[in-house]
């Protein structure tokens, strides 16, 4: 059974600083693996997908790499602004499987 | 592409009552997925449809719970006599196959 773990469980830093959050998974078997936003009451919306092949993607600010072997990935995100406050959740999905297993996430407070 | 919708946004039911949920998945997606999210969690996977068949259900998915999507567009989620553990926010998503998954807005269910 997949387990993911997204580690710090609630993040905050000053308006402009870069930082780093990480998901780690237990089996490494996987297709790809999707990073979502969330805002409070609200859906998830989709900000990467990376593959199983490839070790980093960019959209904009952001940066998610992979690394397979060792179940990990991280999203990075640049010049952080109030606008990124939400919860970030991780979801690889399993070869030879259809569901996302998702992290408890990460809540980011980017504090003006 | 007006994304995936989901009515009612809020419910409010008494305890033993059954609510329905409706979700419009994005036109041309084949594939509908419903998860299910509790305060402080990710959400958790219990159903997909590839058109009309429903070709997995989570051991979440009591016999109270039921799924449908007849013709292979909207799709409902239906649960009969509801429990205070019902309540959670309800999760809709489609895609083309596979993914990316794009999610709705939910419907957060509280069992009074």
């Known amino acids: 059974k997949q387990e993911v773990t997204q580690i710090p469980a609630a993040l905050s830093v000053p308006e402009g600083e870069n930082l780093v959050l990480n998901c780690s998974f237990t089996?490494?078997?996987?297709?790809?693996l999707q990073w979502f936003r969330q805002d409070p009451g609200k859906g998830l919306t989709s900000l990467l997908l990376?593959?199983?092949?490839?070790r980093e993607q960019t959209s904009g600010r952001l940066n998610a790499s992979l690394d397979k072997s060792s179940g990990r990935s991280t999203l990075y995100i640049a010049a952080s602004q109030p606008g990124d406050s939400a919860t970030y959740l991780c979801?690889?999905?399993?070869?030879?499987?259809?569901?996302?297993?998702f992290g408890t996430g990460t809540r980011l407070t980017i504090i003006p | 592409d007006t994304g995936v919708s989901q009515d009612p946004r809020h419910k409010i039911t008494k305890r033993g009552q059954n609510v329905t949920f409706r979700c419009d998945p994005i036109?041309?997606?084949?594939?509908l997925y419903w998860y299910r999210q509790t305060l402080g969690q990710g959400p958790e996977f219990l159903t997909y449809?590839?058109?009309?068949?429903?070709?997995?259900k989570s051991r979440l998915l009591s016999d109270r719970f039921s799924a449908e999507r007849p013709k292979g567009s909207f799709s409902t989620l239906e649960i009969q006599r509801t429990e205070q553990g019902d309540s959670a926010m309800y999760l809709c998503?489609?895609?083309?196959?596979?993914?990316?998954?794009?999610f709705g807005n939910g419907t957060r269910l509280t069992v009074t």
């Open positions: 990376i593959q199983s092949s490839q």
């Open positions: 036109s041309e997606h084949n594939r």
């Open positions: 449809f590839q058109n009309e068949a429903q070709l997995e």
């Open positions: 089996d490494s078997a996987i297709y790809n």
């Open positions: 998503a489609s895609s083309p196959g596979g993914t990316p998954l794009h």
């Open positions: 979801a690889p999905l399993r070869i030879g499987n259809e569901k996302l297993t």
